[in-house]
């Protein structure tokens, strides 16, 4: 899993909507519509890839500045 989505952000030049879209669609779909598949699953995939990130930034933000 870890080592598929580190190949996937490499192959992807770190553009984690790419790279999550692939990991849920696979690349070929990514290379064959050269984006985010239009599959509804990949679409909701890569939204909550994106949500959790954005969650995850922000309680390190606030841990960084709780601990200074």
Excluded: C, H, M
Aim: charge should be positive.
């Amino acid at each position: 899993g870890s080592a598929y989505l580190a190949k996937l952000l490499q192959n992807f030049n770190g553009d984690i909507r790419l790279a999550s879209a692939a990991y849920n669609a696979g690349p070929s779909a990514v290379a064959k519509y050269d984006g985010i598949p239009p599959y509804a699953e990949t679409r909701a995939y890569v939204k909550r890839v994106e949500i959790l990130l954005k969650r995850y930034q922000q309680q390190a933000s606030r841990t960084l500045a709780q601990t200074g």
